[in-house]
C-alpha cells in the first residue's frame, strides 16, 4: 500500500508559478512510476508529467513541457511539481499517482494504462 497526499495548490494569477508537493508513505520503494495527473470541470482526466522513480528519468505531455518539471525526493519521500507560466486553462484539481507496475522509464510511465494509488487532489485556480 501507499498513501499520497498533494498540497501547495491554491489560486494564482495568470503568468505566475506554483509548486505542488506530493507526500508518499507505506511501501513508497515499491513504486516504479509517481505521475501528475489533473482534471479541469466537465473534462477528462489528463496526465501531466510522469517520473519513473528508479532513475528519475521523466515525460511530459506536448501541450505542457516547457512550463512544468516533474522532480522527486527520495529521502523526504515526496514527489513535486513545479508550474510556471500558469494560464488560466491550467485551472483544474491535480492529483499525484504512483504504481507499481513495472515501466522502465519515464515515457512508460506517462503511458501507463492505469495508477493503482491516488491521492485526495489539490485545486489549482488560475486567474486572468
Known amino acids: 500500500q501507499v498513501q499520497l497526499g498533494e498540497s501547495g495548490g491554491g489560486s494564482v494569477q495568470a503568468g505566475g508559478s506554483l509548486r505542488l508537493s506530493c507526500a508518499a508513505s507505506g511501501y513508497t520503494y515499491t513504486a516504479d512510476c509517481m505521475a501528475w495527473f489533473r482534471q479541469a470541470p466537465g473534462k477528462e482526466r489528463e496526465v501531466v508529467a510522469a517520473i519513473y522513480t528508479r532513475d528519475a528519468d521523466t515525460h511530459y505531455a506536448r501541450s505542457l513541457k516547457g512550463r512544468v518539471t516533474i522532480s522527486q525526493d527520495n529521502a523526504q519521500a515526496t514527489l513535486y511539481l513545479q508550474m510556471k507560466r500558469l494560464e488560466p486553462d491550467d485551472t483544474a484539481m491535480y492529483y499525484c499517482?504512483?504504481?507499481?507496475?513495472?515501466?522502465?522509464?519515464?515515457?512508460?510511465?506517462?503511458?501507463?494504462?492505469?495508477?493503482?494509488?491516488w491521492g485526495q487532489g489539490t485545486q489549482v485556480t488560475v486567474s486572468t
Open positions: 499517482a504512483a504504481d507499481t507496475k513495472p515501466a522502465y522509464s519515464g515515457s512508460g510511465c506517462f503511458y501507463l494504462s492505469e495508477y493503482r494509488y
